[in-house]
């Protein structure tokens, strides 16, 4: 079991990295109407929100961070949001995020100045760009998601 984790952590990197390098948008033929994944993809940099480093998600996520590797410019760490816990207002680069286990989310999205109501189901995988957001676990089950923070220059 020991040796299966980091053999794990090292496929996630490279399929993360894979995702990051890859610049080509999908055809037709590449769409699958079954997949449950959500993606953005933003072409202009400078359309982008600033991403503030002193609200750094993995710096101020306390207990529900957990470290799984730091290097490269990528922080890739698991969160844990157990019911009812709330998660405060933080900034992510650009980033993806795995569910690994789902659940319902009141999250509020700094930029669009609101807070939604949002079902995370497991297997559910995110890629965006910077974001500020806060929120909380309003289901009756934990929140776990793999998250990757990709730190990365931007053009001014």
Do not use: W
Not at 79 to 97: N, R
Not at 102 to 125: C, H, N, S, W
């Amino acid at each position: 079991m020991q040796q299966i984790k980091p053999n794990l952590r090292f496929v996630l990197l490279v399929a993360v990295l894979f995702l990051i390098s890859c610049n080509e948008t999908e055809t037709a033929s590449e769409k699958n109407d079954k997949d449950t994944s959500q993606f953005a993809t933003i072409r202009d940099d400078a359309s982008m929100p600033e991403y503030d480093p002193a609200m750094d998600s993995y710096e101020i996520g306390g207990d529900a961070i957990k470290k799984l590797g730091d290097t490269l410019g990528v922080k890739m760490y698991e969160f844990t949001a157990k019911p009812g816990e709330t998660f405060k207002l933080h900034s992510h680069p650009d980033h993806t995020a795995y569910v690994l286990q789902g659940g319902k989310v009141a999250l509020y999205i700094k930029a669009l100045g609101r807070q939604d109501t949002l079902e995370f189901p497991t297997g559910m995988a995110i890629i965006g760009g910077p974001i500020t957001d806060s929120g909380k676990n309003i289901g009756n089950t934990p929140i776990k998601m793999v998250v990757t923070d990709i730190y990365r220059p931007r053009k001014k």
